[in-house]
């Protein structure tokens, strides 16, 4: 049974500064996926990997995958105000299943 | 294109009530699913299908039900309320094991 876990679940930050969210899970994940969360709103896609050593980048947040290792990163570079909101990593082994979400407030 | 639409959008139950919420998607996904949000609890899949008269049980599936008659709806039903039931549901499209595209999320509350 595929099992996500994320880390931090909470993450406050400074605008201008770098900071990483990891997100592991338990068994084999034939693709990784990581959303955005807005308060009050739907989720929003933002990256999908689907093989070992991918990266994607969008704007100042870039994920990567380490199937070996089972870990997910997603790095924000240079954050601003307009990141904070929810991101959720989430595996599949044909159902996505998701992790508890890390909460991200930017602060100037 | 539409997307996945939910209906309603917000839906106050007393407990033992039933309800139905909608979810209709106009992008011929084969593969649907229904997730619930609490806080601190992220999203935990309740159901999920992968083709029209095709259904299975997710994380946490008990006392919801589902069914699937064409490839564009996938209701829930609630057959008896309950204050454990007060969650934003969620449903969502996609293929299988690709991105899944959310609707907007119902705000239930059962009293």
């Known amino acids: 049974e595929l099992k996500v876990e994320q880390n931090p679940l909470f993450l406050s930050m400074q605008e201008g500064k770098n900071y990483t969210i990891y997100c592991n899970y338990s068994?084999?994940?034939?693709?990784l996926y990581w959303y955005r969360q807005d308060p009050g709103k739907s989720l929003e896609s933002l990256f999908v990997?689907?093989?070992?050593?991918a990266v994607k980048q969008e704007g100042r947040l870039m994920a990567s995958l380490d199937t070996k290792a089972r870990l997910s990163t997603l790095h924000i570079t240079a954050a601003v105000h307009d990141l904070s909101a929810t991101y959720f990593c989430?595996?599949?082994?044909?159902?996505?299943?998701f992790g508890k979400g890390t909460k991200l407030s930017v602060k100037p | 294109n539409a997307g996945v639409t939910q209906t309603p959008k917000f839906q106050v139950l007393k407990t033992g009530q039933s309800m139905t919420l909608q979810c209709a998607q106009d992008?011929?996904?084969?593969?649907m699913s229904w997730y619930r949000q609490d806080p601190g609890m992220g999203l935990r899949l309740i159901h999920y299908?992968?083709?029209?008269?095709?259904?299975d049980q997710g994380e946490v599936p008990n006392g919801y039900n589902v069914s699937r008659s064409t490839t564009e709806d996938f209701p829930l039903r609630l057959l008896s309320a309950a204050p454990s039931q007060t969650s934003v549901y969620f449903c969502?499209?996609?293929?299988?094991?690709?991105?899944?595209?959310f609707g907007p999320g119902t705000r239930l509350t059962v009293t």
């Open positions: 989430g595996g599949s082994q044909g159902n996505l299943i």
């Open positions: 068994t084999t994940s034939d693709r």
């Open positions: 990997l689907l093989s070992n050593g």
């Open positions: 992008m011929n996904h084969e593969y």
């Open positions: 299908s992968v083709g029209a008269g095709i259904t």
């Open positions: 969502a499209a996609g293929g299988s094991g690709t991105e899944q595209y």
